[in-house]
């Protein structure tokens, strides 16, 4: 099936403008994404004089979310220039606590990689701290901001993906209570939560959303245990954004739907679109996924850097209008006309009509 985004699609996005602002000294802008990843199974004739590698955070390269996206942002761009991974070409160091967070991302800096990424919010301090100690180093931040010159930082507007997957969870629910599952307790996660909390009042204020933290983005087990007394509430729809936590979420309703194929039980994917994570025989409990497009993030930085033109000491910011966020493709679980509704919530927010805010209110 043809995959339809719900936000106003990457065509619409050449069409809008680069926004930049000052932010101490620090230069901040919106910027449409670099879409140009169009055969990028196909190799280059020749290999570029290029190379880039990553740090996870403790989700794992494979967490199917976040960590995952980024990779195959990163592999596709390698791919693209006739990179092989390795020292050269395209790498990644996997992270399994905080304190691999700046041995990882020494060592890559160390291997002469030209761009290093470190991948989430908890990765700002070590970036920070090898920023300082390597200032020759490229290096770059997911969902974080250090202001150093020889840092680009990236942040994401969560939130407004985040309130249209709300819309559609109001608009779908039929027992009126819905959940929230977040892992860990910091800003980014509050964005998604803030986001969708906004899109379900503005459909129906008087649902209530179960919203639990687990602390942990690396606990299948943990999602699973939340996700269970979630849908032994009452809850028919979760929304999950906890990385390889969220696992557990989609674990919990596909046993559910097992059981029973009646089982009114959903599950909204984050960051990448977990449609397959949602298979159960010839029925699929994914809802929708809230995309957030750290695939296109990661190319773009690296193509700029290619090109000599590293962001270093900017934080750019993709949102809904930019296409750095937007709803996946329902595969027919969600009604044309809830889509229509979702969409015209799509077109308010990016034209600034509806202004979501970052923050639990």
């Given at each position: 099936m043809t995959k339809r985004k719900f936000g106003l699609?990457?065509?619409?996005?050449?069409?809008?403008?680069?926004?930049?602002?000052?932010?101490?000294?620090?230069?901040?802008?919106?910027?449409?994404?670099?879409?140009?990843?169009?055969?990028?199974?196909?190799?280059?004739?020749?290999?570029?004089?290029?190379?880039?590698?990553?740090?996870?955070?403790?989700?794992?390269v494979d967490d199917k979310s976040f960590n995952q996206l980024a990779w195959q942002g990163i592999e596709a761009f390698g791919k693209e220039n006739g990179l092989e991974k390795g020292d050269g070409g395209y790498d990644y160091l996997q992270s399994t606590g905080d304190a691999d967070y700046i041995t990882n991302l020494n060592a890559l800096v160390r291997?002469?990689?030209?761009?290093?990424?470190?991948?989430?919010?908890?990765?700002?301090?070590?970036?920070?701290?090898?920023?300082?100690?390597?200032?020759?180093?490229?290096?770059?931040?997911?969902?974080?901001?250090?202001?150093?010159?020889n840092v680009a930082s990236v942040m994401f507007k969560e939130q407004e993906g985040s309130f249209?997957?709300?819309?559609?969870?109001?608009?779908?629910?039929?027992?009126?209570?819905?959940g929230f599952v977040g892992g860990m307790d910091i800003p980014v996660i509050n964005r998604?939560?803030?986001?969708?909390?906004?899109?379900?009042?503005?459909?129906?204020?008087?649902?209530?959303?179960?919203?639990?933290?687990?602390?942990?983005?690396?606990?299948?087990?943990?999602?699973?245990?939340?996700?269970?007394?979630?849908?032994?509430?009452?809850?028919?729809?979760?929304?999950?954004?906890?990385?390889?936590?969220?696992?557990?979420?989609?674990?919990?309703?596909k046993e559910r739907k097992t059981k029973d194929a009646k089982a009114n039980v959903w599950v909204i994917g984050v960051d990448?679109?977990?449609?397959?994570?949602?298979?159960?025989?010839e029925h699929n409990i994914t809802l929708t996924s809230m995309q957030k497009r750290v695939d296109i993030a990661v190319q773009t930085i690296a193509k700029d850097a290619m090109a000599g033109n590293f962001p270093g000491g900017k934080t750019v910011t993709y949102g809904l209008a930019e296409g750095g966020v937007a709803l996946a493709d329902s595969r027919g679980a969600i009604p044309q006309e809830i889509l229509d509704q979702v969409e015209e919530f799509s077109k308010k927010i990016a034209a600034g009509e509806i202004v979501v805010p970052e923050a639990v209110e």
């Open positions: 699609g990457l065509s619409l996005v050449l069409a809008a403008g680069t926004i930049l602002g000052a932010c101490g000294t620090k230069e901040e802008e919106t910027k449409t994404p670099d879409t140009g990843s169009e055969g990028t199974d196909k190799p280059a004739t020749e290999a570029v004089d290029f190379s880039l590698a990553m740090v996870t955070d403790v989700g794992g291997r002469d990689f030209d761009v290093v990424y470190g991948i989430g919010f908890l990765m700002e301090a070590p970036i920070s701290t090898i920023a300082e100690q390597q200032p020759d180093a490229q290096l770059a931040v997911i969902d974080g901001i250090v202001d150093m010159p249209l997957a709300g819309v559609a969870a109001a608009l779908m629910s039929e027992s009126k209570q819905i998604f939560e803030a986001g969708f909390l906004e899109g379900v009042k503005a459909v129906d204020s008087s649902i209530k959303v179960d919203v639990q933290y687990t602390g942990k983005f690396d606990d299948a087990a943990l999602g699973k245990t939340t996700a269970n007394r979630m849908y032994s509430s009452g809850v028919d729809i979760i929304f999950h954004a906890a990385g390889g936590t969220g696992n557990g979420v989609f674990a919990e309703a990448s679109d977990q449609y397959e994570e949602g298979a159960v025989g």
